[in-house]
């Protein structure tokens, strides 16, 4: 009987009986770091399965055995939980969870093809990998697709016995129905419909080398695990079509399949390591200081409109309002300045002890070594509404740690030779004993009453101090600095820059 999802209750019905909540997984696979495009499929089952209180799985498609590896997997797990994309269950007991592994199961999909066998959908292919490829390349001559002819499904007993008697190990092979239109209602696209003539002939479901390829794998493991949708991404299109087929022969329910859009850069070229290098890592935006909740709120709405429409909100507030409805059938374009302007925004936002605790890997180890907590946590909190990202801190910061600071020749010449700045300085050096050391506040009205007594303000009377503390003319605010550098540094720092003055 076909089963009808039912998105007001978040359950799946048999006629008119509630039978489950939703089953969701994300399946990557360890060939390589974890993909930014990933990451947002793995956002958006994490967010469907929390909206209608179902389970969030974290599968390993892990097959490949020559292009697997574990700091592929360490770099995936420590990614999505990174992001706070923890998964509801796993191998071990407890949590936090282990992965499910497709390894773990080989014994399981030979069982499972030896069936198809049995029953006449899968056959042995003694075609060996020198043979397939002069197959493709006279099918490339003749400007014909890539295809398998199919050529060992009637092979007789004769010459099997003969194929035997070579050596050859066979692959499994299933047997795609051809001519047949493979159609399905697609959560996010609407009607998809597949001819099966474009899917490249019987497919390989087992490898000579006795592993099961993804199409095989992928069916087993759904089925294994109940996996109610699968949420991907729509270059699986066509590999779905060859699942649909699969589940057919196994005669089992097909799953709720959502197919999510790739995404692009802005010249519309498809988001991969080899045209954009470690930008498409997820890792890259960790090690650069990015926050993770910034990164998930950037990835949520890439794709998916909250009904809302508002532009921030926190990973709990997504899953409340996520529906897969909302979700762009358009490609979408990943944009770096968007993603940094929300970087910013949370790096202002978050408790300051958040960003401090975050911060600490991106600061000079010997510089805050014997630092108390409080003074790394105000010089972090001056500092932090210029940030985009952490990794611009020991740049941001140098000048409060540092014993001088080199004063930009362009403004020593624009600026410092100019008289009034010099007695901006010269007052302002006279004030230091009386400053409230320690509130910026009072510092920086203390700087204001100079400005007043001289018939100073804006950057005639500001920018002289700033460029004689930090060595700059823009940056934090002003008080903040005199009162986190306090009355030696200031007084040294004005000091050199009066003598400075005097020799432009």
Known sequence: ?????????????????????????????????????????????????HHHKGTFVLRLEDTDEQR????????????????????????????????????????????????????????FCYCTQEELSEQKDQQKSAGKAARYDNRCRHLTSQRIEQFDSQGRVPSIRFKLEEPRVVSWHDAIKGEIAIDSSDLGGDMVIVKSNGIAIYNFAVVIDDLDMKITHVIRGEDHIHNTAKQILLYEALGKTLPHFAHVALIFDAERR????????????ISRYRADGYMPEALVNYLAQMSWTPPDGRE????????????????????AIFDIARLNWYNSNYI???PLSTITDRAMPFLPEQSIKDMHRFDVEEIVGCVRDGLTVLSELPDAISFFLESSVDIEPEIQDTLLSRQSSQKVLCAFLQTLPTLPWGDHVKCKAAVDAIGQELGLKGKDLYWPIRAALSGKTQGPDLGSIISILGESKVRQRVESTLKLCHHL
């Open 1 to 49: 009987m076909l089963r009808i999802r039912d998105y007001r209750l978040g359950l799946y019905t048999i006629g008119d009986n509630v039978t489950e909540s939703p089953r969701v997984r994300i399946a990557p696979s360890p060939t390589g770091h974890l993909h930014v495009g990933t990451a947002r499929t793995a956002l958006y089952n994490y967010l469907f399965a």
């Open 68 to 123: 697997s590896d574990e700091a592929y997997t360490k770099d995936i797990i420590d990614g999505l939980r990174w992001l706070g994309l923890h998964w509801d269950e796993g191998p071990d007991v407890g949590g936090p969870y282990a992965p499910y592994r497709q390894t773990e199961k080989v014994d399981r999909y030979n069982h499972i093809a030896n069936q198809l066998i049995a029953q006449g959908l899968a056959y």
């Open 312 to 331: 921030s909100f926190t990973l709990d507030e997504a899953a409340q309002m996520f529906d897969l409805s909302r979700v762009s059938k358009s490609p």
């Open 270 to 281: 498809k988001l991969s390591k080899r045209q954009h290098g470690e930008a498409v890592h």
């Open 348 to 350: 202002r936002k978050l």
